[in-house]
């Protein structure tokens, strides 16, 4: 029980100071609730994030709570990484390159009891992470300054938009197995964070030096997701998993607050505004399918559908142009589909030989966003995978994996920002011999 709590304590202590760097340099995450975070660990980071109809003894699959029945009656799991990135945005004929780097998760599982199977730990949910500016305009040029015109004389302006923070949670699931290879699971999650986007207007001259409009929002609520999986056994190395998952649509609880600054030119003297918009924003209504195919443990190959129903979810609001108060938009979002596949081979688990036993990876995905800009769909996603992992063999364990992934990440849509983006993924699963009863002769 003092290990279990320790590694409670480990899981959720670890990367907090981490939870303040943003893991994205996406404009796109200046919209909704941020960029939306791979909830996959371990060995389906290289395999594009397949998952939900995994169940395997050596894996913490957090995207399916009923494979946590499969966790080994022998061990303790626990599994953190982190990654870097490089993100190249070309608009226009225009390119330019930013570097990232970012706390991914830290998660355990152990079995508690025949059949039962216990997972918890600190995952992303989304971020935002940008800042960019726009050249100097004239006024009556751009809509967003015609609303402040009448207080201005000046004839230019700078805007600099900017952004950080997303939402975290820190959950605990249950997998339990009531008939032999049927599970079932639940997920229960804490989401909690805070969302920032800020629009900074510089003025050339004019009754305003400054205008600043920032808009916040605190997060705090629970949230459920369920699973269930079976598995239908074919011979002695071949099996089928089937998993299917849900997750419904959930308001945040929180208060999404607009408020503006401007600034006298003159005195220097600064007005504050504030709009408030309360119980503002949600999560979407999720459903999952997915299905794996294994040979002995040299051949897993899976594949997955996700399904997120964001046209129901009301935008974050922000101060409609003309007004003195915050708004909710419908028909401010599209809904999500995302295709995975992805595979892993080993020679031998086993084997007497490293090589043998090194984790080849790989995979492939495409998903569309739940972003409108302007009226127009949000980029949509191509990414390709691949990943290594490395036995970790030592005088007292032979069982933990180093995790090493790499992921290339295409995001485009009609008329916007192009990104792509490679990513280095690099995690260790740490396979611990807890429950083993030691006998004396």
């Known amino acids: 029980m003092k290990k279990l709590l320790y590694s409670f304590v480990l899981a959720v202590a670890m990367p907090v100071a981490a939870l303040a760097q943003s893991g994205t340099n996406s404009p796109y995450s200046q919209y909704g609730l941020g960029k939306l975070s791979d909830l996959?660990?371990?060995?389906?980071?290289?395999?594009?994030?397949?998952?939900?109809?995994?169940?395997?003894?050596?894996?913490?699959?957090?995207?399916?709570?009923?494979?946590?029945?499969?966790?080994?009656?022998?061990?303790?799991?626990?599994?953190?990484?982190?990654?870097?990135?490089?993100?190249?945005?070309?608009?226009?004929?225009?390119?330019?390159?930013?570097?990232?780097?970012?706390?991914?998760?830290?998660?355990?599982?152990?079995?508690?009891?025949?059949?039962?199977?216990?997972?918890?730990?600190?995952?992303?949910?989304?971020?935002?992470?940008?800042?960019?500016?726009?050249?100097?305009?004239?006024?009556?040029?751009?809509s967003g300054a015609a609303m402040y015109s009448e207080y201005l004389s000046g004839t230019t302006y700078t805007?600099?938009?900017?952004?950080?923070?997303?939402?975290?949670?820190?959950?605990?699931?249950?997998?339990?197995?009531?008939?032999?290879?049927?599970?079932?699971?639940?997920?229960?999650?804490?989401?909690?964070?805070?969302?920032?986007?800020?629009?900074?207007?510089?003025?050339?001259d004019?009754?305003?030096?400054?205008?600043?409009?920032?808009?916040?929002?605190?997060?705090?609520?629970?949230?459920?997701?369920?699973?269930?999986s079976y598995t239908h056994v074919l011979d002695k190395k071949r099996s089928v998993t089937v998993g299917i998952t849900f997750a419904p649509e959930?308001?945040?609880?929180?208060?999404?607050?607009?408020r503006i600054i401007?600034?006298?030119?003159?005195?220097?003297?600064?007005?504050t505004s504030v709009f408030v918009a309360r119980n503002a924003m949600s999560i979407p209504m999720q459903i999952g399918a997915g299905v794996s195919y294994k040979y002995g443990s040299r051949w897993l190959l899976g594949m997955d559908y996700v399904f997120q129903k964001w046209e129901s979810v009301e935008r974050v609001p922000y101060l409609k142009e003309g007004t003195n108060a915050l708004f909710?938009?419908?028909?401010?979002?599209?809904?999500?589909?995302?295709?995975?596949?992805?595979?892993?081979?080993?020679?031998?688990?086993?084997?007497?030989?490293?090589?043998?036993?090194?984790?080849?990876?790989?995979?492939?995905?495409?998903?569309?966003?739940?972003?409108?800009i302007n009226d127009n769909e949000g980029p949509k996603e191509l990414s390709v995978s691949a990943g290594v992992g490395i036995p970790i063999v030592n005088s007292w364990n032979n069982r933990s994996i180093l995790n090493v992934?790499?992921?290339?990440?295409?995001?485009?849509?009609?008329?916007?920002?192009?990104?792509?983006?490679?990513?280095?993924?690099?995690g260790v699963t740490f396979n611990e011999r807890w429950f083993a009863k030691w006998k004396f002769e």
């Open 40 to 142: 996959s660990t371990g060995m389906s980071r290289a395999m594009n994030g397949v998952g939900i109809g995994m169940r395997e003894h050596n894996l913490v699959n957090y995207l399916n709570p009923a494979s946590y029945s499969g966790a080994d009656s022998l061990t303790f799991l626990f599994d953190i990484a982190m990654s870097l990135q490089k993100t190249n945005f070309k608009e226009n004929g225009r390119s330019k390159n930013a570097n990232n780097g970012d706390f991914e998760y830290a998660v355990a599982s152990f079995r508690a009891m025949k059949g039962l199977g216990i997972s918890f730990g600190l995952m992303p949910y989304t971020n935002i992470g940008y800042n960019y500016s726009s050249p100097a305009q004239s006024i009556i040029s751009k």
């Open 159 to 204: 805007t600099t938009y900017s952004g950080s923070g997303g939402i975290h949670q820190i959950y605990v699931g249950a997998g339990w197995e009531p008939i032999k290879n049927f599970s079932v699971g639940m997920n229960l999650g804490y989401l909690f964070g805070n969302l920032t986007n800020n629009v900074s207007t510089s003025f050339s």
């Open 206 to 228: 004019g009754f305003i030096k400054k205008l600043d409009t920032d808009y916040t929002a605190d997060v705090s609520k629970l949230k459920f997701d369920f699973g269930a």
């Open 250 to 258: 959930q308001k945040l609880g929180s208060d999404s607050e607009c």
């Open 262 to 271: 401007t600034q006298n030119n003159q005195s220097g003297v600064k007005d």
């Open 328 to 372: 909710n938009y419908t028909d401010a979002y599209s809904n999500r589909h995302k295709l995975n596949f992805g595979g892993q081979y080993c020679k031998n688990e086993y084997g007497r030989s490293f090589v043998d036993r090194l984790r080849y990876r790989f995979g492939v995905g495409y998903s569309t966003s739940y972003l409108k």
């Open 405 to 426: 992934g790499f992921q290339w990440q295409h995001a485009s849509a009609k008329d916007l920002i192009t990104e792509n983006t490679f990513l280095i993924n690099i």
